[in-house]
T-cell receptor
């Protein structure tokens, strides 16, 4: 079963707008990661946030983590057409080294 | 580094045939993961290895699927016999195990698109 579920499933915006994607998970975690997948490609790691962190920034990306609500959000500011992709959250799975990926949000940025 | 290398990139085969997918992880990485991605089921972890040893194969669908990692630089995923429902994109990923507390970034290969007719 999947640990994370992203919301919304799909998002369409204009270039320059901000895009916010949310992830909910079920069990306690050590860290949460966000990945991007361009069409026909493998996933690419974007950012990792640890359970003791509440917010993290990387360029135009801002990630928040609320462990009390078991949720995270990914904000992409000033979006570009090149940001068009699917975005996945991934959480570590308890006492194992594996990651469990969410269902993904498909982001479409129109020029 | 060339990143994670997978071959073939595309495979079309007929039901009942044996399919072998190959993966070369990033040099120095000690964990390797096989995933399957479909529209219906999303991204599923099939099996992962740590230091060439299979750690968790609970995601392997059935006995028709098998995976090996004979050395640190090569892994195979075999399906025998293949069925149309095995059609999917299969990804291999590798990571450097830094411990769960630090978090392990996974590096994905380009995937193998498998079509079973």
């Amino acid at each position: 079963s999947q640990q994370g579920e992203e919301d919304p499933q799909a998002l369409s915006i204009q270039e320059g707008e901000n895009a916010t994607m949310n992830c909910s998970y079920k069990t306690s975690i050590n860290n949460l990661q966000w990945y991007r997948q361009n069409s026909g490609r493998g996933l690419v790691h974007l950012i990792l946030i640890r359970s003791n962190e509440r917010e993290k920034h990387s360029g135009r990306l801002r990630v928040t983590l609320d462990t009390s609500k078991k949720s995270s959000s990914l904000l992409i500011t000033a979006s570009r057409a090149a940001d068009t992709a699917s975005y996945f959250c991934a959480t570590d799975a308890g006492n194992t080294d594996k990651l469990i990926f969410g269902t993904g949000t498909r982001l479409q940025v129109f020029p | 580094d060339a990143g994670v290398i997978q071959s073939p990139r595309h495979e079309v085969t007929e039901m009942g045939q044996e399919v072998t997918l190959r993966c070369k992880p990033i040099s120095g990485h000690n964990s390797l993961f096989w995933y399957r991605q479909t529209m219906m089921r999303g991204l599923e972890l099939l099996i992962y290895f740590n230091n060439n040893v299979p750690i968790d194969d609970s995601g392997m669908p059935e006995d028709r699927f098998s995976a090996k990692m004979p050395n640190a630089s090569f892994s195979t995923l075999k399906i025998q016999p293949s069925e149309p429902r095995d059609s999917a994109v299969y990804f291999c990923a590798s990571s450097l195990d830094l411990g769960r507390a630090k978090g392990n970034e996974q590096f994905f290969g380009p995937g193998t698109r498998l079509t079973v007719l």
